[in-house]
Structure formats: C-alpha cells, structure tokens
C-alpha cells in the first residue's frame, strides 16, 4: 500500500511526550511543565453557561462556521482592540482551536510547491500545517537573547514561492511581543512581495510588558492578514476547543469550506458557554495578566536562583531558559539530555529547547522550555524538586 508521505515529513509532539512520560514515570507526585495547560479552574459562569446549554438541548450541529452569538462576540471583543468592525457574517470562522483554524487558514490559501517564512523558535504546529498543505516552511531565526529579527535574514527567505509569513505575537516559547515598529516592516514586506500574513495571537490578553498589536490592524494589511485566535488559554479551557480565524470575506469563503470538511464544527453548547466567557471582557482580562503577573514574578527568579538563565517574558506562561552552564555543571551534552533527567529523576517535565527549531540545525541544543500555568503551588512544588540542581 502507498501510504501517505507528507506525515512522514514532521515529527511527533515532544510535548505530548513529556506529558505521557511524566504520567507514567511519577504519576502522583510529577509536575508537567511542560504542555500549556492549566491545573485551576475556569470561571464559574463560564462552567455554568456550558451545563445550562447541554440542559438547554443544544445537541445538534450548530452553524458550520460557528454559533452567530459566538461570532457576534468575537466580533465585539476583537473589533475594540482593532479599533475597526469585524464582520461576524462574512469574517469570523469558529473552528476546533486555534490548532485547527491555522490548519485550515494554510490549507485554504496555500498551493503545492508554494513556501511560508515562520520564525524560530516557533510554536511546533505551523511547520506541520504548512507541510499537510503541500507547502514548504522556510525558517528565520529570531536572535537571542532578545529574540530580535535579524531584517537581512528575513528578506532573504522571501523567494519568487513565497505566499506568507506565519507570525505568532505573543509568542510561544519567548514570551516577545512583536512591537509595533517590527510589525510595520514586516506589514511592508507582506505587501511588497504580495505575501499573507498568518498570524497566531491566542496570548493576545495576556501581556505584561508592552502592548500588543494586531498586524490586520496596521495600513493595508486587514486584506491580507489571517488572524487566528481561541479562548484556550484567556479562559483555561484547552479541552474544550473553541478557537477561530478572522480573515477577509473572500478568504472566509474558501476556509469555512475546508473546516467544513475537516470538522465541520465546533462543539455546539460549549459555543454557547464561550459567549459567556467573551462577556467578562476587559476586567476579566485585566484579572488573568495580573494573575499570571504574580506567577512570572514568583517563578522566573526561582529558576534563576537554580542556574537557569532566563529573562522574564513580556507575555504569554513560558519562560524559555539558557542551559548550556547547568549542562557543563551536570556534565550533560544537550537540552535533551537535561529534559530526560528532569523528568525521570527530578519528577518535572519540561520541553527541549530543539523541539522549537527545524531539525538538523543544532539550534536549541542549550535550550528548554517551562511553562507557569500552573497554581502558585504547583510552581512552589516544581521549584522544591528542582533544589538539587542549586549550586
Ligand atoms: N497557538 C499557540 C501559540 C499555542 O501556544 C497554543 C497552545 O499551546 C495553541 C495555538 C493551541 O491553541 P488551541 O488550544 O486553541 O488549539
């Protein structure tokens, strides 16, 4: 049988891996830091807007495309920090996550044979997602320990083939905020070189330092701008899968197909239950950057304190460490080396800095990866198993 190859070209989720490692080596007193998920609660209302729905019948399929109410508030919430109306009839695309809505943005605007430019570290779908749509993703790497954009590396990856750039601000690992004078050169390449722009902002309320600019929002680029974004994170509900893209009305056109087809809908009474949670609107907001403030503020030092060296990051719950000291300390070769010991014997699970870069390239080896959605005492517990590694 000819099996399909394209899988064949990416690798599985380290990240998974570590969650089912650290289940299986310290199923009781393990701590996963690794994958971005919360260990507290979603908010209330939001938990009971889900139960009275189910109670409400609401069993069926709803809308392909989503719920109009859960469109409507998408629309509402994005159109005030756009400063400019969204429409939920012709723009607004619910999907299973923000993973599937960047699946089928890519599939709906890219060609085989056509390249995207992602930058490095990146989040580990986007590769995939470029690949499944016959593409081929072209790497630029963001320079540490800023992560700054180094702009000749970026025009060179542009070629006669490219269709797009994929960026994700906040970013995962880094924590970078794109700010808004990088956004603007990039906006001019996009429109230079007639590129899309996919852009990944499920951190979007979650900012400590800066301010966080959405690229469709720029000059001339709400034309060509992809914006994927969820209520994953802002509401700690990853299992529940609600995310979505806003794109231009002849782009929604095409990717409402694809989803269609792909999963033809998100979970109907949960929809309902996510209206809820975009009411809670700013205040809420405000509540979870200040709640992930104190963790940051809580955590990031503790992990200086064992001889990570890391800087606090200005979004989002990772803190992406330099190890390459801690791994001459403990006479370990690589990132992967130190996540295997972390997780084997230390009891915290953790993500290898090279899961974040193309394979092959070497970059990340002294790299690795924390995430902080976690209660304030699941971050003291990590820290307390951690102590052996302090000088
Ligand atoms: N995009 C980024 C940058 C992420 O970090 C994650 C999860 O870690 C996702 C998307 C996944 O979002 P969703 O749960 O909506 O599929």
């Known amino acids: 049988m000819n099996l399909m190859r394209n899988a064949d070209l990416f690798a599985d989720s380290v990240i998974r891996e570590m969650t089912l490692r650290i289940n299986r080596y310290h199923p009781d007193d393990g701590v996963n830091l690794a994958q971005g998920f919360p260990d507290f609660s979603a908010p209330d209302v939001v938990k009971q807007a889900a139960c009275a729905a189910i109670m409400a019948d609401l069993n069926q399929y709803a809308t392909t495309w989503g719920t109009p109410a859960l469109r409507r508030a998408i629309a509402a919430t994005t159109s005030e920090s756009w400063g400019q109306d969204i429409s939920p009839e012709d723009e607004i695309t619910v999907c299973c996550g923000a993973t599937e809505s960047m699946l089928v943005a890519m599939l709906a605007t ?3 044979g056509d390249e995207v430019v992602v930058f490095a570290p990146f989040y580990e779908n986007y590769g995939p997602d470029a690949v499944l749509a016959g593409a081929t ?6 320079r540490a320990p800023d992560w700054h954009i180094d702009w000749d590396e970026l025009t060179a990856a542009i070629t006669p ?11 995962n690992p880094t924590g970078k905020v794109f700010d808004r004078a990088e956004l603007e050169r990039i906006a001019v390449l996009c429109q230079e070189h007639d590129l899309y722009c996919y852009t990944d902002e499920i951190y979007e309320y979650m900012v400590y330092d800066g301010e966080h ?24 509900i990853t299992g529940w899968r609600l995310g979505y893209c806003i794109a231009p009305p002849e782009v929604t056109r095409l990717l409402r197909k694809i989803h269609d087809n792909v999963t033809c809908g998100a979970a109907h009474p949960l929809q309902a239950a996510g209206v809820a949670a975009l009411e809670l609107g700013r205040p809420y907001f405000a509540q979870l950057c200040q709640e992930y403030r104190e963790r940051r503020d809580y955590f990031v030092p503790a992990l200086q304190g064992l001889g990570f060296a890391c800087r606090a990051p200005a979004s989002a719950y990772y803190v992406m460490c330099e190890v390459g000291p801690l791994l001459d300390r403990l006479g370990l070769p690589d990132d992967r080396a130190l996540a295997d010991l972390l997780v084997r014997e230390i009891g915290v699970a953790t993500v290898p800095g090279t899961y974040f870069y193309p394979r092959d390239t070497g970059l990340g080896r002294d790299e690795l990866r924390f995430v902080f959605c976690k209660r304030m005492e699941t971050l ?3 820290v307390e198993l951690l102590q052996p590694l302090a000088v």
């Open 110 to 112: 890219l060609n085989p």
């Open 137 to 142: 993703p072209r790497f630029v790497p963001l």
């Open 161 to 171: 083939r490219t269709r797009g750039i994929v960026l994700n601000t906040p970013h």
């Open 213 to 236: 600019v959405s690229i469709a929002a720029l000059p001339g680029m709400r034309e060509r701008t992809l914006t994927v974004s969820g209520l994953s994170k802002t509401f700690s």
């Open 380 to 382: 003291r517990r990590a």
